[in-house]
C-alpha cells in the first residue's frame, strides 16, 4: 500500500541550506524565514529512513507548534504517539523524541541520527549543553545536528555560527538569510512591520544580525540631545504636554514637559519626596508655569489618588495605567523616535544615563519584550519622557480652558 504524505514547499533559500548542509548546520535566520518548516522536513526525513531524531527547543511553548504538525503530517504513518513525553513513533522504525533544555541533562542517554536545536540562541549555555550532554547522543549513528534560530547577541550560538563560516572547516557549516529572503512572504508586509520597529529590532529580528549591545534600547542619543530648558514665553500659543512618572518608595517623581509644535523638550524636573501632598504640589507649581494642554500620568495605585485631586483642580490630567501589555509600544515609539532623530531632549547626566542603561529583555516563554532598568537603577525618567511623547504622538485628550489653579 501506498502512502502519501504532505509536507510544505522549500524555498530557494531553504533547499539550498539542506543541499549545501555539513554534519553541524548552524542557520541563523530573521523572523517567518520558515526555519522551522526546514527542521520539520529534515526531522521527517530521518525518520521516514527508519531513524531516531531528537528535538530540543529551550521550552515546551516554542517546541509545541513543531509537535503539532508533525504529529498531523506525519499521522497516516505513526505507529505510536506519546503526548506526555512528546515522543512519536513510526511504523518505518523511525522515532522523534522532543526536549526542554531547561534540564541541561536532557537527551542523556539516547542516541539519535539527527538532532535539531530550534531557537538556539534562547538557551542559556548552549555550548556546554550540546557538548557534554547532546553529542554523545550522536556517537551510535554517526548523527548530524541543526541549529535553527534568529540572533540574541554574542552567546553560544554566536559562536557556533562564527565556527561555521569557515568554509575549510570539515564538519561545521552556517547560512545566514534574512526575513526577505522568504519568498512566501509579501515584501509590502515585511516593508511595513519594518517600518514600524526600532533600527535594533529590525536589524536582529529582521535582517539577523548579531548585536553586541542587543538588550540596549536607546540609541543614537547623540544626536538627539541638542534641547536646552527654556521658558512659556519661547513658546507662545505653543500645545506643551507634561508626562509625569509617580515616585514609589525608593523612586523619584519625574515630570518631562515637551513643546508639540518646536518637537522638544522644553523643562523637567525629578524629585524623591514621596508625599502625596508635595508631589501634586510641584506639578502644581509647574503647570501653573507652564500651562500644559495635557498632562498624561502614570495611574498606579499611589498615582490615582493623585491624579483625581488634580483633576478637582481643573488640570487637564490623562490617566495612563502601565501594563506589561502597554509598556513596551510606549518605550518602543520613543526608540523609534531617537533613532530618527525626530524630537530633541535635554541633555542631562542623570536623565541620559538611564536612557543608556535601559533594557530590553524577551521572555523564552512568551516571546515578548519587557522593558525596565537595570537591577538597582531607577527608570523614572524614562517613563515621564515616554509619556509626554505618547501624549504628543497620540493627541491625547485636552483641555486648555478649565484650569484652576
Not at 530573521?30 to 530540543?56: C, H, M, S
Request: aromatic share 10%.
Amino acid at each position: 500500500m501506498q502512502i502519501n504524505l504532505t509536507f510544505p514547499a522549500l524555498h530557494e533559500a531553504q533547499l539550498h541550506i539542506k543541499a549545501n548542509r555539513k554534519r553541524f548546520t548552524v542557520a541563523c535566520c530573521g523572523r517567518r524565514f520558515g526555519k522551522n518548516i526546514l527542521e520539520e522536513d529534515l526531522t521527517a526525513e530521518t525518520l521516514l529512513q527508519g531513524y531516531p531524531v531528537g528535538w530540543f527547543a529551550p521550552d515546551y511553548k516554542i517546541l509545541m507548534d513543531s509537535w503539532r504538525r508533525l504529529v498531523s503530517i506525519l499521522q497516516p504513518v505513526t505507529k505510536q504517539k506519546n503526548e506526555s513525553e512528546h515522543r512519536l513513533e513510526l511504523v518505518t522504525g523511525g522515532l522523534v523524541e522532543f526536549w526542554t533544555m531547561q534540564d541541561e541533562n536532557a537527551g542523556r542517554s539516547r542516541k539519535y541520527k539527527r538532532v535539531i536545536i530550534d531557537e538556539a540562541a534562547l538557551v542559556p549555555n548552549l555550548e556546554e549543553i550540546f557538548n557534554d550532554s547532546i553529542v554523545p547522543t550522536l556517537l551510535d549513528y554517526g548523527g548530524d545536528a541543526f541549529f535553527g534560530s534568529t540572533p540574541k547577541g554574542h552567546n553560544g550560538f554566536w559562536k557556533f555560527y562564527h565556527i561555521g563560516l569557515d568554509d575549510s572547516n570539515p564538519v561545521w557549516k552556517s547560512f545566514h538569510y534574512t526575513t526577505y529572503d522568504n519568498p512566501f512572504m509579501s515584501k509590502d508586509e515585511v516593508d511595513a512591520l519594518v517600518a514600524n520597529r526600532p533600527e535594533e529590532s529590525v536589524r536582529q529580528e529582521i535582517m539577523a544580525e548579531f548585536l553586541e549591545g542587543e538588550g540596549a534600547v536607546f540609541r543614537n542619543l547623540a544626536a538627539c540631545m541638542g534641547a536646552h530648558k527654556s521658558t512659556p514665553q519661547e513658546h507662545p500659543g505653543h500645545r506643551i504636554v507634561f508626562g509625569v512618572d509617580w515616585g514609589k518608595q525608593n523612586d523619584y517623581t519625574a515630570i518631562s514637559a515637551m513643546c508639540d509644535d518646536c518637537k522638544c523638550e522644553v523643562e523637567h524636573d525629578r524629585f524623591n519626596q514621596i508625599d502625596y501632598e508635595f508631589q501634586r504640589g510641584r506639578l502644581v507649581t509647574l503647570a501653573q508655569y507652564w500651562r500644559p494642554s495635557s498632562i498624561i500620568a502614570e495611574a498606579n495605585a499611589m498615582g490615582e489618588p493623585i491624579i483625581e485631586q488634580l483633576e478637582r483642580q481643573g488640570l487637564p490630567m490623562v490617566h495612563f495605567q502601565t501594563t506589561a501589555q502597554s509598556k513596551p509600544p510606549l518605550i518602543e515609539s520613543m526608540a523609534l523616535a531617537f533613532e530618527r532623530a525626530e524630537y530633541q531632549w535635554i541633555d542631562d547626566p542623570v536623565w541620559t544615563a538611564e536612557l543608556e542603561a535601559y533594557e530590553r529583555k524577551v521572555s523564552t516563554q512568551t516571546g515578548r519584550s519587557s522593558y525596565s532598568a537595570p537591577e538597582g537603577m531607577h527608570d523614572d525618567t524614562v517613563m515621564a519622557r515616554a509619556l509626554s511623547l505618547h501624549g504628543m504622538l497620540t493627541g491625547a485628550a485636552t483641555v486648555t480652558d478649565n484650569f484652576i489653579y
